[in-house]
């Protein structure tokens, strides 16, 4: 167990529908990254947060959004929802910012149908 | 730009022979290199992780990785593979002065009895 936890653990829903993955670093990680793994493109960074500030973006399309809360939780917003976003989504958090070792949840896995 | 490059997409092993799974990486400065491991329905462990301290890196379940600068290389071996090492191995560079992974395609082991 990583300490990272991930919810829901599963979402089936619809195209054009919306929804919100959540994530809870480890006690004491300021960092939060979410990843996109798909059997076509692999796994993909897609943005990154540090103590609520976006650090970095990645291959993240302009209908998926985060954020990141005061409580250091984070938010993945995917919207206009199509088929070719169903995936497996993992949040992971370090302490820091910079060639930190990533500690990886157990993922939320979308379908949509 | 940073990237690695995992050599097979597939290795068969029996149980009990070494294990090797082949990560080329390419990086302009010293990169920070990691092996992650994904079992089934699961999130990503940490096997290992290097970051020029030592060029032989030991890390969990027995395997162990060498950073050979001169062939830009950083593969992954176990001298004895066990049916539970059965998985997708994932070979990571975080480029230098950032923190977003950037993941190879990976490589699926599969231990025969």
């Known amino acids: 167990d990583s300490g990272v936890t991930q919810t829901p653990k599963h979402l089936i829903t619809a195209t054009g529908q919306r929804v919100t993955l959540r994530c809870s670093p480890r006690?004491?990680?300021?960092?939060v990254y979410w990843y996109q793994q798909s059997l076509d493109q692999g796994l993909q960074f897609l943005i990154h947060y540090y103590n609520g500030e976006e650090r970095a973006k990645g291959n993240i399309l302009e209908r998926f959004s985060a954020q990141q809360f005061p409580d250091l939780h984070s938010e993945l917003n995917l919207s206009s929802l199509e088929l070719g976003d169903s995936a497996l989504y993992f949040c992971a958090s370090s302490v820091g910012s910079k060639e930190e070792t990533q500690y990886f949840g157990p993922g939320t896995r979308l379908l949509v149908l | 730009a940073q990237s690695v490059t995992q050599l097979d997409s597939h290795v068969s092993v029996s149980e009990g022979t070494p294990v090797l799974l082949r990560c080329n990486y390419s990086s302009s400065y010293s990169p920070s290199l990691f092996w992650y491991v994904q079992h089934p329905n699961k999130g990503l462990q940490l096997l290992l992780k290097?970051?020029?301290?030592?060029?032989l890196v030991k890390g969990i379940n027995g395997f162990e990785a060498e950073f050979k600068k001169s062939e830009t290389s950083f593969h992954l071996t176990k001298p004895s593979a066990h049916m539970s090492d059965a998985a997708e191995y994932f070979c990571v560079v975080i480029p230098y002065n950032n923190n977003d992974m950037r993941f190879g395609a990976g490589t699926r082991l599969t231990v025969k009895p």
């Open positions: 290097y970051t020029s301290a030592a060029t």
């Open positions: 006690s004491g990680d300021l960092s």
